[in-house]
Nanobody, 126 residues
Framework: QVHVVESGGGLVQAGGSLRLSCVAS????????MGWFRQAPEKEREFVAAITWSGGSTYLADSVKGRFTISRDNAKNTVYLQMNSLKPEDTAIYYC???????????????????WGQGTQVTVSS
């Protein structure tokens, strides 16, 4: 079992920045690729970013490329999502998720991930 906890959400004005953190515990952190997803009211959960177990490869949704960055610190069992130039349409609950590195499912599908956090709210005002 992997326990995932997100933090760092909040209210920010358009154009501002936030950094989300996600700590995963319970199993060897480097056995997991990690992803960030978000879900706005009445919308489906959507892929935001993913990073492989070593940090060697990262993936970003087109909607956040050039504004968001995903990184991880394996010594701290933590993955980060740096969000810059935030827009009102970025408003959502942001979820962190863990996927075994031994599984070949695609990184952008929520169903590929086994362990999820409770989410952290990000609200961007215009």
């Amino acid at each position: 079992q992997v326990h995932v906890v997100e933090s760092g959400g909040g209210l920010v004005q358009a154009g501002g920045s936030l950094r989300l953190s996600c700590v995963a515990s319970g199993r060897t952190f480097t056995n997991y690729n990690m992803g960030w997803f978000r879900q706005a009211p009445e919308k489906e959960r959507e892929f935001v970013a993913a990073i492989t177990w070593s940090g060697g490869s990262t993936y970003l949704a087109d909607s956040v490329k050039g504004r968001f960055t995903i990184s991880r610190d394996n010594a701290k069992n933590t993955v980060y999502l740096q969000m810059n130039s935030l827009k009102p349409e970025d408003t959502a609950i942001y979820y962190c998720a863990a996927k075994s590195k031994y599984r070949s499912e695609t990184y952008y599908r929520p169903g590929s991930y086994t362990y999820w956090g409770q989410g952290t709210q990000v609200t961007v005002s215009s």
